[in-house]
């Protein structure tokens, strides 16, 4: 038998199966002597060849009754018929009866693969040949087994098509096995996938799988992929990065002009607004002992001798290198490098340099020796509050950020993207917020520990357009940890179309991938994903006013009928409206008689106050529904009726305040969605100062809830 190069073949799959349990066909080789077979009896024979992944395609498929010396006759000619591969051998297969249903796939495809973003995964879906149109249907399941169970993979199971198949949950079915042997086979697949990594298999597709008379899922056909062990990880930075990227004591800065208006020119202008104490900040520039009052040192070299926390380089891409490069060679200078240039590892870099950029860093770790951590490049800043520290390059009279300490931390592959939440978004608390670039050397994942490590962030919000490479599973094991700590992760993730992987590419050259994978293995480790940039925004608004809690039960209460009718319509899928008990719904009858609206107001949910009511009627209501079931309540005010003072603050201040303090003294969690034009600003801003999450509609207010209720 022929040795086959990178190509797992049916009989050693079968082997390797058959190792961790599961159950197989008895099989043999015609060329390996005695066969498990009685004459007569139905069997298979397979033409096994080097790289022939579609046997039935080439006619190496045969179906008939055991007769030794006839199959030999056939694997001579099925050879004969595959010469383009090497022949391996002629197997012999059990003919398995299993189970079907008229009209309903019950074959499975079952695939076990070796990520090299994601590590090993299990996807299971409606196999035959009929797979690809099945999966349009009943998109396949993926399981992540270092984030997943297989218990979990069972639960997951239960609510597919085929699952609901297997099991008889289909309408007019019979279960055609039990979730016991179900089980068992997704804990065989699981212990699977560790003799396939000693092996060097890479994949191993199954299909199909079926049921065999005793309800046992069973491979018929199994082929797969042989490859070197996966690549190491990089060696991991120094942690003291994340204290001298979000709380330096001291920084310096590279790059900066004496024409205003320049990239440089403005990080300076932005960083000397912050609360670094006196002498903190200096300036690189050769053969200028002083420049706009700041201390300057001559060149990166200086800094062997006079090391800072944080040095931010905003010049072009070789001289950024060169700078690098030095401070490596030297041996320490900075603990945190901020790159703001591109030009690095991006589509502007046509002469390797980003390569370059990552070899040096790579080989100073491996070595032991010491190392910067490099933020980008290609980054457009960072925001810290709490020392008011901006290093944006983009203007104060653009983005003017004043500081609002908080629980949140954010993280953006896309400067733009960062910028654009924190001028529409003021009112956020917020620990620190990054750009991270084309994370060449300080990755996403990196991120996600350094705010896993400081323990005033209870809420990360992160919008990536592609991973660094192996950074995917990174990213899920550190979502993971936090998840474990009690801190939340909600992701934006671009680049899910062609379009959108190819501009992700040119853009921060990151590696979009394949979304429904990403987004398979982000779910699993914990993440909350939003579908969309507003879903995340509004997400963020109410994580930033409650980092606990996971609000599934919702109460409406608005004075506009058409908020209540919509609001209805959208309480559906992972929450529900929640419900009131008869002597609450009495409660809320005598609240709505003492506020003059009997005849105007039914006592239920979602509760319509009409134009009528006042700021005293909706604190009444709101204080109800937050003593009620329901885990949040969202209040939806048309500000255009004169019952509610909306021009004044000092009418509105204290109501905003009053709800702040109900919502609080709750646990529960409670916001607003203030659905009038422009002129309302103001009273909306007055409502965020006061705490409450904020939003322009009941749609946005739902959606936002909706992406937090679908947490795992």
């Known amino acids: 038998m022929t040795e086959t190069t990178g190509f797992l073949h049916e009989e050693r799959a079968y082997g390797l199966l058959a190792a961790a349990g599961l159950r197989v066909p008895r099989h043999g080789f015609l060329e390996g002597g005695s066969l498990p077979f009685a004459p007569g009896e139905p069997i298979v024979l397979k033409g096994i060849a080097d790289q022939l992944w579609h046997k039935s395609d080439k006619g190496a498929v045969h179906f008939g009754a055991f ?33 079907r249903l008229s009209g309903l796939p019950t074959e499975a495809l079952v695939s076990l693969k070796r990520d090299p973003e994601a590590g090993w995964l299990a996807v299971c879906g409606i196999g035959g040949l009929q797979a690809d149109a099945w999966a349009a249907l009943a998109p396949p399941l993926i399981w992540p087994l270092a984030l997943c169970t297989p218990e979990q993979a069972l639960a997951d199971l239960r609510e597919h098509w085929l699952g609901r198949t297997w099991l008889g949950r289909q309408r007019g079915t019979e279960a055609l096995t039990d979730e016991t042997k179900l089980l068992a086979f997704l804990r065989g697949l699981w212990k699977a996938a560790e003799g396939l990594g000693r092996e060097g298999v890479t994949l191993l597709e199954l299909n199909p799988v079926v049921l065999d008379a005793d309800g046992l899922p069973t491979a018929l056909d199994g082929v797969g992929t042989l490859d070197a062990a996966p690549s190491e990880p990089p060696a991991a930075p120094d942690p003291a990065w994340y204290r001298a990227l979000v709380a330096p004591r001291d920084l310096v800065i590279a790059g900066v002009s004496s024409r205003e208006g320049t990239v440089g020119r403005i990080i300076l202008e932005n960083v000397r607004r912050s609360s670094l104490p006196e002498g903190a900040l200096r300036l690189i520039k050769p053969g200028a002992p002083e420049f706009l009052g700041l201390p300057c040192l001559g060149s990166v070299a200086d800094l062997a001798a006079a090391p800072t926390d944080q040095l931010i380089v905003s010049l072009p891409a070789v001289q950024t290198l060169e700078m690098v490069e030095q401070l490596c060679r030297q041996g320490g200078g900075a603990t945190v490098v901020y790159v703001v240039a591109g030009g690095l590892g991006d589509g502007a870099d046509t002469e390797g340099l980003g390569k370059r950029l990552v070899a040096c860093l790579e080989a100073h770790r491996r070595a032991g020796k010491w190392t910067p951590a490099l933020v980008g490049p290609n980054g457009l800043g960072l925001y810290s509050p709490d020392l008011d520290l901006n290093t944006l390059f983009i203007p104060d009279e653009k983005l003017p950020l004043r500081p609002r300490p908080g629980h949140a931390a954010l993280v953006s592959q896309s400067g733009a993207f960062l910028i654009t939440r924190l001028s529409r978004r003021p009112e956020l608390g917020l620990r620190a917020a990054v750009a991270v670039g084309n994370q060449m050397d300080l990755r996403c994942s990196d991120f996600l520990d350094g705010f896993g490590s400081d323990p005033a962030v209870k809420v990360v919000g992160a919008y990536l357009e592609g991973f660094a490479p192996g950074d995917l599973k990174a990213t899920a094991q550190a979502t993971a940890r936090l998840r474990a700590a009690g801190r939340r992760v909600l992701l934006y993730k671009g680049g899910r179309s062609q379009e959108g992987m190819a501009a992700a590419s040119s853009h921060t050259g990151a590696l979009a991938g394949d979304h429904a994978l990403q987004a398979s293995v982000l779910r699993r480790a914990g993440a909350m994903l939003a579908e969309r940039i507003e879903a995340f925004d509004a997400a963020l608004s109410w994580l930033g006013a409650y980092a606990e809690g996971t609000p599934r039960r919702v109460a409406i209460m608005t004075n506009a009928g058409f908020e209540s009718v919509a609001s209805a319509d959208l309480l559906d899928g992972p929450f529900r409206g929640s419900r009131l008990t008869e002597a609450e719904t009495s409660a809320l009858a005598e609240t709505i008689e003492r506020h003059g609206l009997t005849g105007l107001v039914s006592a239920r949910l979602p509760l319509d106050l009409t134009p009528m009511a006042d700021e005293a009627a909706y604190l009444a209501g709101a204080r109800l529904l937050l003593a009620s079931e329901a885990d949040a309540v969202v209040v939806g005010l048309v500000p255009l009726t004169r019952r509610l ?12 305040a009053d709800l702040a303090k109900a919502a609080r003294e709750s646990g529960k969690w409670l916001g607003v969605a203030v659905e009038g034009g422009a002129i309302y600003d103001a009273y909306r801003q007055g409502l965020r100062e006061a705490g409450l999450p904020v939003f322009l509609t009941m749609e946005e207010a739902l959606e936002g809830l909706r992406v937090i209720a679908a947490e795992l």
């Open 67 to 99: 007769d030794a010396d006839a199959l030999r006759a056939e694997a001579a000619a099925m050879r004969q018929r595959v010469a383009g591969h090497p022949w391996i051998g002629g197997l012999v297969c059990e003919k398995v009866a299993f189970k």
């Open 645 to 656: 003072g909306t021009a004044d603050p000092a009418a509105f201040g204290p109501f905003a």
